[in-house]
């Protein structure tokens, strides 16, 4: 099992220590502690191309999730531990930080420091968890955001990089030479240890939601080089590059419609590149006189390296349709696909949760990759179509 | 609506006899006066617990904390915490109301970290899962409706004004309601809601009305029948503080985001 936070264990050991220190006063109706416990298995319908591979998983994973606010809600401390146990990939197994933060909110400034989870691009990827890169290790970084009437400016310093994970040789989901991630390249002679700095801007005006953001340092996303390991197999070692990233993120919210544009240009990893996603989703709203809605959705991906790009989706179309019940259990199904429009093969993706009593949640996903040809970014996915069932409990 | 309050009397007095009011311009009278009543309460905080109830008597419990901010001329600014289920448990909802056109809304997700502008256009939605519509939740304008008084007529012994109001404002699952408005509290005690085939759907009953702060009346009980289901919702509200000290800022996409 691998600890995903290197380097910085003893430091915290020691707030974990002062966590259950802060925990002691605990409210009188409320306990501080919350989290999610979870069993998840996963089939595949096909047998691994790789030997060392297997046609099912068994894991468990904990969350908890500890909160306290003091001085009336302007200061609040927060601790989300993670820890993943997988039947048999040793690299899956693997505990976070999710989240160890102070927060202070005054009225034209917030400040926060430690771990933490932000949607955008500051985060790295924990990939072992999911291959749609929503799970997020945690990021070192001290943020204040000024809060002002021309907008919210967000200034980030981000010291410690935090490497990206991948599926060892014995999971699945990975690319057809497995990565070895204890050999690291970074083009910083810093290493790890660069820090990186970030700023975003972003302001409501009536319908539209607007955000400009700007990141300098070691990318997230890095490149995958052949070479040789230990006894002489082939591996893939991440390099991480340092680069410039300008991006743009607006949605336009007009009765029905979602408009959606997320732009970037990166440079300092190869050529300088311009890549973008766009669409939209339109909700029907209480279909056939139910409570239920169904949105439709379509997003463009767009990628100016073209086919040279290492992300599957540079020329991509993705269809999709989502299913909200609006009952009791807040069912939801999303179903959709990506198909890539220079022949790069097509994704189907199906998603389906439902609350089961008071505290379970019970979510599915189904997951096809179609006519991926072997010159594909995603080549390696293309025996490994699975299903997938997790049964959530919530504390 | 400062506007309507200023202008309406005088109107009147240019008429020749006050009294001679349709039932149009009693149904809005009635309207403004119960939003006049309702006025400078600046802030408020309470606890609502929600009960929903299938056909077959199942029940399931969601706990939101509400925090409401007056706003002067426009609809109020909402934040709604939701504490139980346990999986929705952190999620806030931001809501800028407004009279006729559409509401503002965000969603903050706590799994992704994320706020996301919802669209308004699902007024007739359910409130998560239960028999209130986002429309039944938000503020009161005068200006969302036409009005009409009917009757007046008593309900459990106390007296009340019949006014049938209809939605003026875009995608409302109601074409009518009417309702039964305490003529000393001047709060409604009972609403029917009147679906988009003109047919009963739902009837809200309030109960246990308090008063705060000496002027404003809140009920303590709010029971919603669907009467085409046969499901009910009953809202239960608690701690209810007004004047707490929330400013604008309290109700902003970084509130949102620490809202806990």
């Known amino acids: 099992m691998r600890i995903a936070r290197r380097g910085i264990r003893p430091r915290s050991a020691a707030l974990v220590l002062v966590c259950s220190l802060l925990q002691a006063p605990a409210g009188a109706n409320s306990t501080p502690w919350s989290g999610t416990l979870g069993v998840e298995a996963r089939l595949f319908a096909s047998s691994p191309r790789d030997p060392r591979q297997h046609d099912h998983n068994l894991s468990v994973f904990l969350e908890p999730e500890f909160y306290r606010e003091w001085s009336g809600g302007r200061d609040s401390f927060t601790f989300v531990p993670f820890l993943r146990l997988d039947q048999h990939d040793d690299e899956r197994s693997h505990g976070d930080i999710r989240e160890l933060t102070w927060l202070r909110a005054a009225r034209e400034w917030e400040l926060r420091v430690g771990v933490r989870k932000v949607f955008w691009v500051i985060n790295q990827t924990d990939l072992v968890e999911n291959i749609d890169q929503e799970d997020k290790l945690g990021q070192p970084m001290v943020n204040l955001a000024l809060i002002r009437n021309w907008g919210t400016v967000d200034l980030f310093l981000l010291p410690g990089f935090r490497e990206r994970t991948f599926p060892g040789p014995e999971g699945r989901l990975r690319t057809p030479i497995p990565v070895d991630t204890d050999r690291p390249v970074y083009e910083s002679s810093r290493g790890n240890d660069r820090v990186d700095a970030a700023i975003r801007w972003s302001q409501v005006l009536g319908d539209w939601d607007v955000g400009v953001s700007h990141f300098s340092g070691t990318s997230r996303e890095p490149r995958l080089l052949p070479a040789l390991g230990a006894q002489g197999t082939p591996v893939l070692i991440p390099r991480y590059d340092v680069i410039d990233q300008t991006g743009l993120d607006v949605q336009a919210t007009k009765g029905n419609w979602l408009w959606k544009l997320e732009a970037l240009r990166r440079s300092g990893q190869g050529d300088s590149y311009t890549a973008a996603v766009g669409g939209f989703e339109y909700t029907f709203y209480g279909i056939g006189g139910t409570a239920r809605d169904l949105g439709v959705l379509l997003e463009y991906h767009a990628d100016d390296r073209g086919v040279d790009a290492a992300t599957p989706f540079q020329n991509d179309l993705f269809v999709g349709g989502r299913l909200t019940l609006n009952d009791t259990q807040s069912t939801e199904l999303l179903a959709g696909a990506i198909v890539d429009l220079d022949g790069d093969g097509q994704f189907y993706n199906l998603e389906a949760s439902r609350r089961l009593g008071e505290r379970f949640v019970a979510s599915i996903e189904l997951r096809a990759f179609v006519d991926v040809p072997p010159s594909a970014p995603s080549f390696g996915l293309a025996r490994d179509d699975y299903a997938q069932m997790e049964i959530a409990y919530h504390f | ?260």
């Open chain 2, 1 to 260: 609506m400062k506007k309507w309050l200023i202008l309406i009397p005088l109107w009147i007095l240019f008429l020749p006899d006050a009294w001679a009011e349709t039932p149009e311009e009693k149904g809005l009278r009635l309207a403004i006066e119960m939003d006049h009543r309702n006025e400078g309460w600046v802030s408020q905080e309470a606890d609502m617990r929600m009960i929903l109830r299938n056909k077959q008597g199942q029940e399931s419990i969601r706990e939101i904390r509400s925090r409401t901010l007056e706003v002067p001329g426009d609809g109020d600014k909402g934040l709604s915490i939701f504490d139980t289920p346990a999986d929705v448990k952190g999620t806030a909802f931001l809501s800028y109301t407004h009279a006729t056109r559409p509401d503002d809304q965000w969603l903050y997700l706590p799994a992704l970290k994320r706020v996301k502008r919802i669209a308004s256009a699902n007024k007739s939605g359910p409130f998560m899962g239960s028999e209130f519509a986002y429309e039944d939740l938000t503020s009161q304008e005068v200006a969302k409706y036409t009005y009409k008084w009917l009757r007046d007529e008593p309900i459990e012994g106390r007296d009340c004004y019949t006014v049938e109001r209809y939605p003026a404002y875009e995608n409302s699952g109601y074409t009518r309601q009417i309702a039964w408005v305490d003529k000393d509290m001047y709060q409604p005690l009972k609403i029917e809601f009147y679906d988009r085939k003109n047919a009963l759907l739902k009837t809200l009953t309030f109960r246990d009305y308090k008063q705060y702060l000496e002027k404003y009346w809140r009920a303590d009980v709010m029971d919603m029948i669907n009467h085409q289901t046969g499901k009910s919702t009953r809202l239960l509200w608690s701690n209810y503080q007004f004047k707490t000290g929330l400013s604008d800022r309290d109700f902003d996409r970084n509130s949102l985001k620490r809202a806990r």
